[in-house]
């Protein structure tokens, strides 16, 4: 960091200043949005190893188990059933890939998911790390869990976190959710055990904000 001062005319010259720099991620500058109170149950079944979210009648296919558990936790409720119940509805066309947030690795890559349909890959092991992230969080995939996926632009240490990303709050101890440009704040408890079993919320302090 370069620090330039311009004395007013005739101003006598400090033999020294001293100046300070805070540091924080952009996430903990966000506003407050609508915090997380209470996470809905889904209404899970499962036919040949294949789990689906069934909604006004129609099922949504998980691209794999392992998205679906990137989802939900062992406490959802799941209904086994046969083939012939399943070729009763309507199925989408589009699996349900892995949770929004969620870091992935396939090959010498690591991306994160940023929507529903697209995957960012981060520049490098370093940007990783800087960025607060955490190897132990990422989950390896096949081809065909990453082919759902469009990819996205290349995360760099410039890139705001997406969404999905947890934070926690050191001097609150609260733990919030990056969504759409704000800090939703996670109140339910059951839900935010599941998360950051599945993801290091990043460290950051509301001090950080002033």
């Known amino acids: 960091a370069t620090l330039r001062l311009t004395l007013e005319k005739d101003s006598p010259r400090p033999e020294s200043v001293t100046g300070t720099l805070t540091r924080a991620y952009r996430a903990a500058l966000l506003p407050l949005g609508e915090p997380i109170t209470a996470v809905q149950p889904a209404r899970i079944v499962?036919?040949?190893?294949?789990?689906?979210?069934?909604?006004?009648d129609t099922l949504y296919?998980?691209?794999?188990e392992a998205a679906y558990r990137s989802?939900?936790?062992a406490q959802q409720p799941v209904i086994d059933v046969d083939v012939d119940f399943i070729n009763r509805f309507p199925r989408a066309e589009t699996p349900i890939g892995f949770r929004i947030g969620s870091l992935l690795s396939f090959a010498d890559g690591v991306f994160v998911v940023t929507s529903?349909?697209?995957?960012?890959?981060i520049g490098s092991a370093e940007i990783l790390l800087a960025l607060g992230y955490h190897f132990?969080?990422?989950?390896?995939?096949?081809?065909?869990?990453?082919?759902?996926?469009?990819?996205?632009?290349?995360?760099?240490?410039?890139t705001p976190h997406p969404n999905g990303t947890l934070?926690?709050?050191l001097d609150t101890n609260t733990v919030f959710m990056v969504e759409n440009n704000t800090r939703r704040v996670?109140?339910?408890?059951?839900?935010r055990a599941f998360l950051e079993s599945k993801q290091t919320?990043?460290?950051?302090?509301?001090?950080?904000?002033?």
């Open 201 to 210: 919320p990043i460290p950051t302090r509301s001090s950080d904000r002033e």
């Open 61 to 64: 296919p998980f691209i794999s």
């Open 71 to 73: 989802r939900f936790d």
């Open 116 to 121: 529903p349909t697209e995957i960012r890959p």
């Open 136 to 158: 132990e969080n990422v989950l390896p995939v096949s081809e065909e869990e990453l082919g759902i996926y469009e990819r996205g632009r290349i995360i760099l240490l410039n």
């Open 46 to 56: 499962r036919a040949a190893d294949t789990y689906y979210v069934v909604n006004n």
């Open 167 to 169: 934070f926690r709050d």
């Open 186 to 191: 996670i109140q339910d408890e059951a839900y």
